[in-house]
Structure formats: structure tokens, C-alpha cells
């Protein structure tokens, strides 16, 4: 695991364009995201990055 400083992430969350953009506006569940994924380092902080939401005008 990074530790904070040593110039690398904590964790690091790959995503396909057509899976980033259905989670950022809610297309799919967080859940379905991480399936699709590629997770380096901490899970628990890739989890919660899949958390996030848009708002997309």
C-alpha cells in the first residue's frame, strides 16, 4: 500500500469511457462499475472513488 508523500497513489481505478460515463451520471451502480475495473492498491478507496456522481446540463 502508498502511503501519503511517497508520490504514489493509494489506489488507482482503471475504467472504460463507456463505463466511467454511465457511473458518473448514475447509468449504472457503483457495484457494476468495480466489476468492470481494473483496481491497483487500496480497494476500499477505488470503492468509494466509484461513489461519485455528475451532473451533467
Avoid at 43 to 55: D, F, K, P
Amino acid at each position: 500500500m502508498a502511503y501519503p508523500g511517497d508520490g504514489q497513489p493509494a489506489a488507482l481505478v482503471r475504467l472504460d469511457t463507456e463505463t466511467a460515463w454511465r457511473l458518473c451520471v448514475r447509468g449504472i451502480e457503483p457495484a457494476n462499475a468495480l466489476t468492470r475495473a481494473e483496481i491497483e492498491g487500496d480497494r476500499q478507496l477505488a470503492e468509494a472513488a466509484c461513489r461519485i456522481v455528475s451532473v451533467v446540463h
